[in-house]
């Protein structure tokens, strides 16, 4: 079944088990994860309110799905601890630690790859 303008406004679940709205066109009081972060707020385990739909040539399934949550019952977002905060510098430290040379780069060091610049174009960085 193909997700046309039409299929895509089902706001009493008939036809995908679960109210459908068209992309942009979902009621106030309803937001996506990207929307609920953007305030500062979480789904909290709260189930599925609804989905908006949109179609796309794409995907084999024929549309593009995004669910919602309501924001009354959206909890705020856990704040960092200390622990936290530990690890994920840690966890950047690695990231721009080259492992050839052992150095700090001060970027991410791209996969793509695998060591910083200098170490993966050498004859580059001599030249000038």
Known sequence: MSPAFG????????????????????????????????????PGGQPIAAQVMRRSR????GALVAYLYRLDLAKPVRPMTPAMWRAHHAMMRARRTCPQCS????????????VCVTCAYPEEQHAA
């Not at 895509?8 to 995908?16: K, R, V």
């Not at 942009?24 to 500062?40: F, I, K, V």
């Not at 150095?103 to 695998?114: E, R, V």
């Open 7 to 42: 299929k895509c406004y089902d706001p009493a679940g008939n036809i995908w088990g679960l109210a459908t709205y068209p992309w942009r066109l979902a009621p106030d009081g309803l937001a996506t994860r990207r929307q609920l972060r953007a305030r500062g707020l979480r």
């Open 58 to 61: 794409r995907r084999k399934s």
């Open 103 to 114: 150095t700090d780069a001060g970027y991410c060091i791209p996969t793509s790859l695998g």
